[in-house]
């Protein structure tokens, strides 16, 4: 049994002197970079060539995120938005058939994303929440526990949406503002590699790290029990 587990949000070392970044750097026990048997259990699955070669388009797309970088320059600024870099490295992976998964309350925004997108020339497949309209008491779903009691309302369908991008083959899956939990399904089931273009958060206009930010003022309630 794992007596320790990684912490590495809680580590004390200054981030230039820690390990995970630094030759010679320091770590707590548990620092995941110290179990050199794992980190060579996870380098011979990155022997798998797919794998290799999505992970190091990856990389390559992650420093193009960047001007101004060269020798000697310690701070280059960052330069693309993720949608620009979502299409960029689906371009680097040859994919041509991407899935688009977003929910209802985003059909405006999930109608701008298919058409830039269908601009860059990818053929793309949106499936929205609500398809298959299936009745949320198929769930075993209270009345009281609906968004508007005494209104019909169709289940999240996220299996659905795995099911119908599985179905279409798409390469690449673009999740955007599934709730919490139904995107953990989504994620779960989808045969092709995901990846996040909004994380769905309703009072801050989808941007989780705004409660983050001001968990210390504005959301100091969320901390009290």
């Known amino acids: 049994m794992i007596e320790e587990f990684p912490e590495c949000a809680l580590c004390s070392f200054p981030p230039d002197g820690r390990l995970c970044r630094t030759s010679g750097g320091g770590g707590p026990p548990s620092c995941p970079t110290r179990d050199r048997e794992l980190v060579s259990e996870v380098m011979e699955v990155y022997a798998d060539p797919d794998l290799a070669e999505f992970a190091r388009q990856a990389s390559i ?16 600024r960052p330069s693309k938005p993720r949608i620009l870099e979502i299409a960029e490295f689906a371009e680097r992976m040859k994919f041509s058939r991407l899935g688009l998964v977003f929910c209802v309350g985003l ?6 994303v298919c058409s830039f997108l269908s601009g860059r020339g990818f053929q793309v497949v949106s499936v929205v929440c609500k398809a298959g309209r299936v009745p949320k008491e198929e769930l075993g779903i209270l009345d009281s526990e609906k968004i508007q009691p005494g209104s ?18 798409t390469e690449f899956n673009i999740v955007m503002g599934l709730c919490v939990g139904h995107d953990s399904i989504f994620l779960r089931h989808s045969k092709a590699y995901c ?31």
């Open 61 to 76: 797309q992650e420093a193009e995120g960047y001007e101004g970088r060269g020798p000697g320059n310690s701070a280059p």
């Open 107 to 112: 059909m405006r925004e999930a109608e701008k």
């Open 152 to 169: 019909p309302e169709a289940m999240c369908n996220p299996l659905l949406q795995a099911a119908a991008c599985n179905r279409a083959e």
């Open 195 to 225: 990846t996040v273009l909004a994380a769905k958060d309703r009072p801050t206009g989808h941007n989780p790290l705004a409660a983050v930010y001001t968990l210390d003022s504005y959301y100091r309630y969320m901390k009290e029990n």
